[in-house]
């Protein structure tokens, strides 16, 4: 089946947004992919047609990277982390919880179509609230088996709101969202406090902000107002005398 008229114009302003067509291959991937669910074979012909490019091209890529489907895909795509500081904080815990919980292995989809999840050793570049995963493009971080059963369910029930709506009132097609505005993830990492609650200069807990500084070589009572310390204003070393040898 062609690809809709609006991704064929997508695609095409992909290809002259970049000065070599070849340059643009990943986003009209996505652009695929979001239509479809998943790269299909005709897909990536359409689309090395509009860049000028050999078929061959264009499924080389869609090889490479792991979030690209060569097949049918759930509603919802689940990755979680399991490098070594998610792994450190229970990453096979949650990788264990969800497998369960959705009753398929990773890589699986769930009978019902909306759910395909997966582990995966590459780093999603949250360690700071690991253990973390990533459900449709948005990152959940912290995670405890409660958490996820909560994300899950939310997901659902849009799901189910969406049921029965129909092609006519522009219902999605299956497969992964695709990253939009109207459905952020509710907030679940903790991170540093807002700026509004720092106040004048103010840290949680009431105590002064900590000041960091240099101190110069050999001193330890004022503290340098240049960051480079010494390096700005070298040290004079004394002339040697011929009768100091």
């Not at 092609?167 to 406090?193: D, F, K, N, V």
């Not at 002064?208 to 040290?235: F, I, L």
Request: with cysteine.
């Amino acid at each position: 089946m062609p690809l809709a008229l609006a991704t064929r114009k997508e695609i095409t302003a992909l290809r002259d947004r970049y000065p070599h067509p070849r340059s643009a291959i990943l986003p009209c991937l996505w652009a695929v992919q979001h239509e479809l669910g998943f790269l299909s074979v005709e897909g990536m012909a359409e689309v090395a047609e509009v860049l000028r490019l050999a078929p061959s091209e264009v499924q080389a890529v869609s090889t490479f990277y792991s979030m690209y489907f060569q097949k049918p895909a759930g509603d919802h795509h689940v990755v979680v982390c399991v490098n070594v500081s998610c792994a450190l904080r229970g990453a096979d815990e949650i990788v264990g919880h969800v497998e369960r919980r959705l009753g398929v292995p990773s890589g699986g989809t769930t009978a019902d179509g909306k759910f395909t999840w997966e582990s995966t050793v590459e780093c999603l570049g949250a360690c700071g609230g690991a253990p973390a995963m990533q459900v449709d493009h948005h990152s959940h971080e912290n995670l405890t088996p409660e958490r996820v059963d909560g994300i899950i369910e939310r997901l659902r029930s849009r799901s189910s709101g969406r049921a029965g709506t129909g092609a006519a009132a522009g219902a999605q097609p299956s497969g992964p969202h695709p990253p939009t505005a109207e459905t952020p993830p509710e907030a679940t990492a903790e991170g540093p406090p807002s700026d509004d609650r720092l106040g004048a200069g103010e840290e949680p807990g009431g105590e002064p902000p900590s000041v960091e500084h240099t101190e110069m070589p050999g001193s330890r009572t004022q503290p340098s107002a240049n960051p480079r310390g010494s390096r700005s204003r070298p040290r004079k070393r004394p002339r040697l005398d011929a009768g100091d040898l």
